[in-house]
């Protein structure tokens, strides 16, 4: 688009930003370095790296002045219970983007025996609060691996993290999830627009992107002031900027604001030998990069494992090749979508492996993890169970959308035979499918596992229904899905 044809834009309808932007997550990040108290009473001590927390035994706490032996704790407690929220509040105000300064990962064995701090942000990182349900529907494979779907992990390297991704309802899989040109985070860390919707000014003719192509406010479609440029090539600046904002933007970054793409960051050449120094000085070594990575990582390796025991139930053996370009055409037809055989990085000890055991009975897939240091390893047994998750998720959409679809049949049916707008009647189960079909489904939707017909219920007097279906894999505390007249639910 010619920035000259974009002044003449129609008066837009405006929405506001201020009401999202203050609706970050809390983040428990804050308190984790000081002691919690547990449920019992008990009280754990702060989590030290690769230690399982010391529980100091009640009894014995109790023996002494609990306040004295305490009290910096407490006070240091209270002190955080008041102020973190408040240095957390005021930094999202400003950022929209908080925490990825705060998350310090352990990425060297140089800096192993680096200081508390940075081990307790590399076990934060970790952290999983989103709801088991999301993870499923964005992760149904590694929906409880922490590298891909943990709170702090970027996998779309987008620059908003898994939490914000949930609490903003983007899509953790999708740098652009209203495919507007500009990255879900640098639209509410720089631009301060909708990302989920591709015009924010309501302007049906251009996109979010196109107007700061050509230097417009979305606000008012008014030029942008020179101030105004500069602010926002300040803020660019400060924060970043993610594909696919670069690309969009093209020269408009340097030409109107000034804003030239950031130099991948490399080693510290202080840095003592380790594999990282020796990598390509182009590889970004942000902690940023190395999550989204090691996220590609987990899906590739776990995609292969999936296809490997689809290959096995056909071949009764898994390929004899240490190649991974060699054992990736073998199981490439079992393959849901295409994978890359090589490592992101692709650079020892960056690289993946494949190894069938000496009678072909089993595997072993790995890849070299840069968020955790260390080898990880896939086995047969991984994958059986990741492919079983996987089916379950499916399974379970399936079981939602049949009950969904089997509750409107019965609303519809009530709507038609009750005897006036204020009463419902529904079929009894002896009969529900002649009086269903084919007048209001096409047929009745069996459980996709066991190919029964999902539970029917209905009261004595005929006015109300249950239906129930049972999930795989389910959530702790839910059973399966629920529908009746007034919603359809976890149960
Ligand atoms: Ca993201
Ligand atoms: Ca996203
Ligand atoms: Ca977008
Ligand atoms: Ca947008």
Not at 3 to 30: C, D, H, I, Y
Not at 105 to 120: F, M, Q, R, W, Y
Not at 167 to 194: H, W
Request: aromatic share 10%.
């Amino acid at each position: 688009m010619e920035n000259q044809n974009f002044p003449g834009l129609e008066a837009a309808q405006k929405k506001t930003m201020a009401n999202q932007m203050s609706q970050e997550p809390m983040e428990p990040l804050v308190f984790n370095v000081m002691p919690r108290v547990k449920s019992d009473g008990n009280i754990v001590s702060p989590t030290i790296k690769n230690e399982e927390p010391t529980i100091i035994d009640r009894n014995i706490v109790a023996e002494q002045s609990w306040f004295s032996r305490y009290k910096f704790y407490l006070i240091g407690l209270i002190v955080l219970l008041v102020a973190g929220p408040l240095v957390y509040y005021v930094s999202t105000k400003i950022g929209g983007r908080d925490s990825e300064s705060d998350v310090v990962l352990v990425d060297s064995p140089a800096l192993e025996n680096h200081t508390e701090s940075s081990t307790a942000s590399s076990t934060e990182a970790q952290t999983i609060t989103t709801p088991e349900e999301w993870r499923q529907r964005y992760f149904p494979v590694d929906f409880n691996d922490p590298i891909v779907c943990g709170d702090q992990a970027d996998p779309d390297m987008d620059g908003l993290l898994n939490v914000q991704e949930y609490a903003r309802q983007t899509d953790p899989n999708n740098k652009d999830s209203d495919k507007d040109g500009l990255a879900d985070g640098d639209e509410i860390a720089v631009f301060m627009s909708d990302p989920l919707n591709a015009r924010t000014s309501g302007n049906k003719d251009y996109q979010d992107a196109d107007y700061f192509r050509g230097g417009y406010n979305l606000s008012d479609d008014s030029p942008m002031t020179q101030q105004q440029k500069d602010d926002l090539g300040r803020l660019m600046s400060e924060k970043g900027l993610h594909e696919p904002t670069i690309s969009s933007l093209g020269d408009a970054l340097n030409d109107l604001y000034h804003f030239s793409a950031p130099v991948p960051q490399t080693q510290d050449s202080n840095a003592t030998s380790t594999a990282s120094t020796t990598l390509d000085s182009s590889i970004d070594l942000s902690a940023e990069a190395k999550q989204g990575r090691d996220a590609q990582r987990t899906l590739t390796i776990g995609n292969f494992g999936i296809a490997l025991t689809k290959y096995y139930d056909d071949n009764k053996i898994y390929p004899q090749t240490s190649d991974m370009e060699t054992m990736y055409a073998k199981v490439k037809v079992y393959m849901k979508t295409g994978a890359n055989p090589k490592d992101p990085i692709n650079q020892e000890p960056y690289v993946y492996r494949y190894e069938a055991n000496a009678d072909r009975s089993d595997f072993t897939l790995s890849y070299y993890s840069e968020t955790v240091n260390q080898l990880i390893q896939k086995h047969s047994k991984d994958a059986y169970e990741a492919r079983e998750k996987e089916e379950a998720a499916v399974n379970n959409d399936r079981r939602k959308t049949d009950l969904d679809t089997l509750r409107t049949a019965l609303l519809l049916y009530s709507r038609n035979n009750a005897p006036d707008d204020e009463s419902y009647v529904f079929p009894s189960p002896e009969e529900y499918k002649i009086k269903l079909v084919p007048d209001y489904v096409i047929q009745i939707p069996k459980d996709p596992k066991t190919g029964k017909d999902y539970d029917y219920q209905v009261s004595e007097t005929s006015d109300s229904f249950t239906l129930k279906a049972t999930y795989d894999y389910p959530s702790p505390g839910v059973t399966g899905y629920l529908c009746n007249i007034v919603e359809c639910r976890d149960y």
